[in-house]
């Protein structure tokens, strides 16, 4: 069988149902990767540097017979290994049982010998056309595009990611901007969290999610009021990573649905999150906002950390968000316009996401009167 080279689109559509091999360097490979995809290097980290200087100092083919020498022992290791990966992608896929796909930084001179030794072993190879660069390159692409946005907002505590949690149980299309960045957004954001990926990861994860949802608005017959994506209210920056500046804009020109929920209500679903952690924790999160907390309101809360009144130190910091979170809310141009208020009397994720929903609805079949 001979190996095939795909385009950019072509690969992403196979890797849905087949696996993907990124024969790129350890190191490559966790800085970003295509999401999905397996990290199969062809040379570790030190031998990609010595097969790169060879190549920049000595010669393409010098190069070439180093990289044979690191090529040559892992051979067999590497077709069991891939076996193994292959056939746990398609135990329940018979049909392609034994399709996999290949890529390297460029498609050049790695990607080739995996899928060359893979292809001998007679499996079905496919290679990304320009390796993984073009798949940054279609990433970036993404995030030049127009998006039917719609705007989850709610001051902190709103419990807004259970909401959309609920709204993508009743078939809406929702992009977790948290989930993605692994940060809920505040100075506390990154408490029992994962480590927050690279930049380019973020990205690479988000321009995915986006091209799927506009499949499935496109290939889909949905009404109406369901051709959106929803996000939440999010600031550019998520912890340490940040939304594109087209994406950003984008997200503040959609409809914002907001949920108004009392602030004891908000104040007692964040004490039930984030009480638990422990009060260094907590004070260390309270330190990193002292210059736009003040001085004095500082003090007070990490005080009343240290006095187990977990409940009075949070009240400040919601108070602050509060206001924080209204600031940025009012940074939009035509808020009024834009802004639709949906009161809520407590965080319940399943109450409050019928409403958004029902309201959503509403304003679909309101258009649509003469």
Not at 119 to 146: H, I, P
Not at 346 to 368: F, K, R, Y
Request: charged share 20%; proline share 3%; aromatic share 10%.
């Amino acid at each position: 069988m001979a190996v095939i080279k795909l385009t950019i689109e072509d690969f992403l559509q196979k890797a849905a149902y087949s696996p993907v091999l990124d024969v790129r360097s350890p190191g490559e490979f966790a800085h970003a990767h295509i999401p999905g995809a397996h990290s199969f290097p062809l040379f570790t980290d030190e031998e990609r540097k010595v097969v790169g200087t060879a190549y920049k100092q000595q010669s393409r083919e010098k190069a070439i017979k180093i990289g044979l020498v690191y090529f040559g022992v892992k051979m067999e290791p590497m077709v069991t290994a891939a076996e193994s990966i292959i056939a746990e992608a398609h135990k329940n896929n018979p049909q392609n049982a034994k399709t996999v796909l290949v890529h390297c930084w460029r498609g050049g001179m790695r990607s080739a010998a995996i899928a060359w030794l893979l292809d001998l072993y007679g499996f079905k190879v496919y290679t990304l056309a320009g390796g993984y660069k073009a798949f940054r390159n279609w990433v970036l692409q993404q995030f030049q595009l127009n998006y039917p946005f719609k705007v989850l907002g709610g001051f902190t505590g709103s419990g807004k990611t259970e909401v959309l949690q609920q709204m993508a149980q009743h078939k809406a299309i929702v992009i977790d901007l948290e989930a993605l960045a692994h940060h809920k957004g505040s100075a506390f954001g990154s408490l029992g969290q994962l480590v927050q990926p690279s930049q380019e990861m973020f990205e690479n994860k988000l321009a995915l999610q986006l091209y799927s949802a506009m499949q499935q608005i496109t290939e889909n017959q949905m009404e109406s009021a369901d051709r959106f994506i929803w996000l939440e209210d999010e600031s550019q920056r998520i912890g340490t990573v940040n939304l594109t500046a087209h994406i950003f804009q984008q997200k503040q020109a959609a409809p914002v649905f907001f949920i108004d929920i009392p602030f004891n209500e908000r104040l007692d679903y964040i004490l039930s999150g984030y009480g638990k952690f422990d009060k260094e924790q907590l004070v260390n999160a309270i330190i990193r906002i002292k210059k736009r907390l003040g001085g004095l309101e500082t003090k007070n809360a990490i005080n009343f950390i240290l006095e187990d009144d977990i409940k009075s130190a949070f009240a400040i910091l919601l108070t602050y968000y509060d206001k924080l979170y209204t600031k940025g809310l009012h940074q939009r141009n035509n808020l009024n316009e834009l802004l639709h208020k949906i009161n809520c009397p407590m965080v319940n994720a399943a109450i409050n996401s019928n409403a958004v929903l029902h309201h959503n609805a509403s304003m679909g079949q309101a258009a649509t009167q003469p």
